[in-house]
């Protein structure tokens, strides 16, 4: 089953915080994250695994909650470059389900 | 160039028809795997390889056979295109199943009238 995540989508000034939500209904072993821009590929960001610790990226940073079945994406001081649709994506098989996104839009 | 390589980019194909979308990837990962991206789903896991010869199905895998003869390719075929399969594919690789690093192509944008 595809994790949910919230917001759908979040608009932001340059220089300001967002946080992304990704739970499941399902036991979690590992969270990933990815992030796509408009025609192109998703790209890899981050992955917490369980029992890890909180991982970090430059200003963007995440948190697993295993006994919520949770996590966030923090995202510092945005910068326009940030702008994408993010997907937390959760273990399916020996592949991933990916939540249905965020969109995240950084204007100047 | 290492990398993983989808052809074509874009197809346009008539329902009934037979198509096949191409992945290809020069780091001799183990895994590959496709996905289709809907608006509004996200992400889907279709089938999956865990190495030549070996291929597994994945969440949606209703109207598409898989192939892998060579651990650098992953054909992706659609025997009898429907409408509902108008999507955009993406093929990814990783050297571990999950929870390793997957690696995506650029993705194929196939419609289907």
């Known amino acids: 089953q595809q994790p949910v995540q919230s917001p759908q989508a979040v608009i932001l000034r340059e220089g300001e915080d967002a946080v992304i939500n990704c739970s499941s209904s399902k036991a979690l072993y590992s969270v990933h994250w990815y992030r796509q821009k408009h025609g192109e590929a998703p790209v890899f960001l981050m992955i917490l695994l369980k029992g890890g610790e909180q991982k970090g990226h430059d200003k963007i940073s995440a948190s697993f909650n295993e006994k919520k079945q949770q996590s966030s994406l923090y995202l510092t001081a945005s910068q326009l470059s940030y702008s994408g649709t993010y997907f937390c994506g959760t273990e399916v098989l020996d592949g991933l389900t990916f939540g249905k996104g965020t969109h995240l839009i950084i204007q100047p | 160039d290492a990398g993983i390589t989808q052809s074509p980019r874009y197809k346009i194909t008539e329902t009934g028809r037979q198509v096949t979308l191409m992945c290809h990837q020069t780091w001799s990962h183990s895994y590959m795997f496709w996905y289709r991206q809907d608006l509004g789903h996200g992400l889907r896991l279709i089938y999956y390889s865990a190495a030549a010869d070996i291929t597994d199905k994945g969440e949606v895998p209703d109207g598409y056979v898989v192939s892998r003869s060579k651990t650098e390719n992953f054909p992706l075929t659609l025997e009898s295109a429907t409408r509902s399969q108008t999507s955009v594919y993406f093929c990814?690789?990783?050297?571990?199943?999950?929870?390793?690093?997957?690696?995506f192509g650029d993705g194929t944008r196939l419609s289907i009238l």
């Open positions: 990814a690789s990783s050297p571990t199943k999950a929870p390793g690093t997957q690696h």
